[in-house]
């Protein structure tokens, strides 16, 4: 019988999970579950008689492919896959998807609500700005960055938008500014919203050159990952400037953020942009269906390994 593994350091919602769950059973498969598992080894046993795994930001390292004999696919329950190793997959012949969309709506509420609670001092009390008629620039306009740009618009906020790989009449038709470079993006937005994947061509490419052409009262705002900033080069900026804010839902590796400018920079304590219980079931279920079509009927949509 086929088995289907969650493993989630950080928990699914219970309900996301009793819903995996039952659908895994419907189908007539196994179920299993290792939740917040605090040492590499719990994976590597766990994985062992696994012919499917679902999992969230946990790293699917070879080393855990290498454990998984049985394993024939993977779902990354979220958008990032960059906790997969891919190639390690291909190799083995392990299909590996995620499950786009899912979870954007919460990752988009969590970037506003800390542009809110930054515009407003942390809520301490003292007049803060407001975000109406501010500029908003959204760097890659994907499924979170759609969201973003209609939440914000909510907020009377003016909308600008910048993706190589999106074309330009399709951001338009959202009421949405579609600009031609990061560059022009960053020169005209106080507010900027990063949404790129991390990846070889994006990694420490948000820098003091680019992120220093932002306007004056410049916020920065990062629930994408954290390698995607050039850490040393964004502190020199802000030691530079005292009108730019950093906020992200990751917190970066180097803790002189918050030693140095802890008026000017918010990081959650754990990444928590797709933390609800909506975005949890929406991907979970996703998962669970995935690996049900792929088994049943070798359904690869939504593979992202070749
Ligand atoms: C994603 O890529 O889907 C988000 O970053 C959410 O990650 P998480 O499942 O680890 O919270």
Redesign the pocket.
């Known amino acids: 019988m086929a088995k289907v593994l969650v493993a989630t350091e950080?928990p699914f919602a219970k309900a996301a999970v009793e819903k995996i769950k039952a659908l895994v059973e419907e189908a007539g498969f196994e179920f299993a579950l290792l939740e917040k598992y605090t040492d590499k080894s719990q994976l590597l046993d766990a994985v062992k008689d696994a012919t499917a795994l679902i999992v969230?930001?946990d790293k699917v390292t070879r080393e855990v492919l290498d454990a998984a004999k049985e394993l024939k696919i993977v779902v990354?329950?979220?958008?990032?896959?960059d906790n997969l190793d891919l190639e390690a997959c291909t190799e083995k012949g392990i299909v590996a998807m995620?499950t786009p969309g899912q979870?954007s709506n919460a990752?988009a509420e969590l970037a506003l609500g800390m542009m809110v609670f930054m515009a407003r001092n942390k809520f301490n009390g003292t007049a803060g700005t407001e975000l109406r008629g501010k500029t908003l620039g959204i760097h890659a306009y994907g499924n979170v960055g759609y969201y973003v740009a209609k939440i914000a618009k909510g907020f009377g906020m003016d909308v600008y938008a910048f993706d190589p790989f999106v074309a330009k009449e399709k951001i338009e038709a959202d009421g949405v500014k579609a600009v031609d470079s990061v560059e022009e993006l960053y020169s005209t937005c106080q507010y900027v919203s990063l949404h790129i994947p991390a990846n070889e061509h994006t990694k420490k490419s948000i820098n003091k050159e680019l992120a220093g052409k932002m306007p004056s009262n410049a916020v920065l705002v990062n629930?994408?990952?954290k390698e995607v900033i050039d850490e040393e080069s964004l502190l020199e900026l802000m030691e530079e400037r005292n009108d730019f804010t950093y906020i992200s839902d990751i917190a970066p590796d180097n803790a002189a953020f918050v030693e140095k400018f802890a008026d000017r920079v918010f990081f959650t304590p754990k990444?928590?942009?797709?933390?609800t219980a909506e975005a949890n079931i929406n991907?979970g279920v996703a998962a669970a269906k995935q690996i049900i079509a792929f088994i049943n009927d070798g359904d690869e949509t939504f593979r992202v390994n070749k």
């Open positions: 950080k969230r930001s990354r329950a979220g958008a990032g896959y995620n979870n990752v629930t994408a990952r990444k928590m942009g797709a933390q991907a």
